[in-house]
Every structure is written in structure tokens, then in C-alpha cells.
């Protein structure tokens, strides 16, 4: 199947300092790229669909100038968190969708982020 | 809106045992329904969708619509089957977004 990479796979930040996770799709154009966030034993939330070269989609109770979106080409999208504080300590998942109409969503292997 | 149940955190059963992990769903159009796993220290990954009617690593799972489930089976659970199953629900009006249920923990006892 389709390859989907995340970078970093882990990382840990100071408060109030912004990261910045990619999420790339290697083999396949993108036309859909997904971010959710997991909390420990819990579920994946979907948080913003971005399409590419329009703004990104967000959920309700996102905040989108605290998670920041950028899906600039059809191989690359970014997630910026900024100013991030301990609340937003989690695992960050990003899938990615091929085309029109239905396809399959092939997911990254997530990125820890730490906020000490 | 939608909403994906799985009632089972955590379940678990003898390898060669039958095994059945549960999902309902709360949907008001023509639900899409999948599977997806994720074993430990991997990525999630689909195992099965409903609209394929497809036997992946001899999991099945049927639609039932009276009753909103696509309960995940296999008729003899193996060691390698212990990881965590999710259900979603797809989304259509052209987001193709995924609800996720829960997720329950198969641990395959050898």
C-alpha cells in the first residue's frame, strides 16, 4: 500500500515555543490530508481535513490559530502547533487520501509531542 | 451526526477461541463502514471495509443495518491477532472524513 511519513516522530518542547510536524505522502499524490490527535487509550479525533491548496477544514473545538495548517503541495502537509502549553502534550496522526470520490486513507505513524 | 460505538475496551481470549469484537453506529445516511488495526508499535492500518465483503487474516465482518453493527469476527483468534481494532464510520458529502469508535484491545491468551 501507500506510504505515509511523519517528521519528527517524537518530540518534546518548552511552553510557548511553536512545532512544527510534516506529514508527507511518498509515492502517492495527496488530495486529503487528515490530522487527528490521540490521547492515551483513547481515540483517534479528527481535527482538521486539509485539502490542498485551500485552507484547512477544522472540527468544532479546534482551534485553528493554535494548530496551524499547511497543505502547500499535493505531497506535504504541516501541522504547526503554537505557543504550545502541557495540555497539548499527544500523539499526532496524519492520513492521507489519493484522488476523487472514495479511497482509501493510509496513515502516518504519528508524532509524540511532549510539552514540558 | 455520527457516532461510532465499541462497547469492549479490552478483550480477551484463548488462541483458537472464537472472537468477536463489537461496533454499532449512529449514522442518518448510507453508512461506510471499516475496520482498521493497529498492532503494537505500528502504524493504524485498514484491515477490512464493509462495501469489499472481502476475509482479511480471516476476519469478517457483515453489515447489519436493523441493527447498526459491523461486528468484527474470526472464527480461531491467533497469537498474532493481538493488537487494537477501531471501527470508523465514513463520512460522505465529499469530506471522507472517519469517526473512529473507541477502539478495543484483543489480547490473545496462547
Known amino acids: 500500500g501507500a506510504v505515509v511519513s511523519q517528521h519528527p516522530s517524537r518530540v518534546i518542547c518548552k511552553s510557548g515555543t511553536s512545532v512544527k510536524i510534516e506529514c508527507r505522502s511518498l509515492d502517492f499524490q495527496a488530495t486529503t490530508m487528515f490530522w487527528y490527535r490521540q490521547f492515551p487509550k483513547q481515540s483517534l479525533m479528527l481535527m482538521a481535513t486539509?485539502?490542498?491548496?485551500?485552507?484547512?477544514?477544522?472540527e468544532q473545538g479546534v482551534e485553528k490559530d493554535k494548530f496551524l495548517i499547511n497543505h502547500a503541495s499535493l505531497t506535504l502537509s504541516t501541522l504547526t502547533v503554537t505557543s504550545a502549553h502541557p495540555e497539548d502534550s499527544s500523539f499526532y496522526i496524519c492520513?492521507?487520501?489519493?484522488?476523487?470520490?472514495?479511497?482509501?486513507?493510509?496513515f502516518g505513524p504519528g508524532t509524540r509531542l511532549t510539552v514540558l | 451526526a455520527q457516532r461510532v460505538t465499541q462497547p469492549e475496551k479490552l478483550l480477551s481470549v484463548f488462541k483458537g477461541a472464537p472472537v468477536e469484537l463489537k461496533c454499532n453506529y449512529s449514522?442518518?445516511?448510507?453508512?461506510?463502514l471499516f475496520w482498521y488495526v493497529q498492532y503494537s508499535r505500528q502504524r493504524l492500518q485498514l484491515l477490512l471495509r464493509h462495501i469489499s465483503r472481502e476475509s482479511i487474516k480471516g476476519f469478517t465482518a457483515d453489515l447489519n443495518k436493523g441493527e447498526t453493527s459491523f461486528h468484527l469476527k474470526k472464527p480461531f483468534a491467533q497469537e498474532e491477532d493481538s493488537a487494537m481494532y477501531y471501527c470508523?464510520?465514513?463520512?460522505?458529502?465529499?469530506?471522507?472524513?472517519?469517526?473512529f469508535g473507541k477502539g478495543t484491545k484483543l489480547s490473545v491468551i496462547p
Open positions: 492520513s492521507a487520501r489519493a484522488g476523487q470520490g472514495y479511497n482509501e486513507q493510509f
Open positions: 486539509s485539502n490542498e491548496g485551500s485552507k484547512a477544514t477544522y
Open positions: 449514522y442518518s445516511g448510507s453508512p461506510e
Open positions: 470508523a464510520l465514513l463520512s460522505g458529502a465529499g469530506s471522507y472524513q472517519l469517526t
